[in-house]
């Protein structure tokens, strides 16, 4: 079994800083990719970053410039600094991984639960 556990959203003043982690456990041969998406209410859920095992990275536009996404592969944990927050940031933040499994080598890709960042002064 496989779970991702995220932490470190919470409310911010705009123009602050929150920085976000996503930690991955369970039967994990290899992380092939780990990232941030969220979700606004009324809005499609959207992409906020991406980093793979290669240590390529990809931002979404509304974001880029504002955030840096880092990982680190011996603990399996992505991190997502945030700068310069604005209230159009307000969003259930989700992690996402994928993932080959140790002994079947299955692929899997793994939703966390979601964290909340609220941006309102």
């Known amino acids: 079994q496989v779970q991702l556990v995220e932490s470190g959203g919470g409310l911010v003043q705009p123009g602050g800083s929150l920085r976000l982690s996503c930690a991955a456990s369970?039967?994990?041969?290899?992380?092939?990719?780990m990232g941030w998406y969220r979700q606004a209410p009324g809005k499609q859920r959207e992409l906020v970053a991406y980093?793979?095992?290669?240590?390529?990275?990809n931002y979404g536009d509304s974001v880029k410039g504002r955030v840096t996404i880092s990982r680190d592969n011996a603990k399996n944990t992505v991190y997502l600094q945030m700068n310069s927050l604005k209230p159009d940031d307000t969003a259930v933040y989700y992690c996402?991984?994928?993932?080959?499994?140790?002994?079947?080598?299955?692929?899997?890709?793994?939703w966390g639960p979601g964290t909340l960042v609220t941006v309102s002064s």
């Open positions: 996402r991984a994928e993932l080959v499994l140790t002994g079947t080598y299955r692929y899997l890709e793994v």
């Open positions: 369970g039967n994990i041969l290899d992380n092939v990719a």
């Open positions: 980093t793979t095992s290669g240590s390529s990275t």
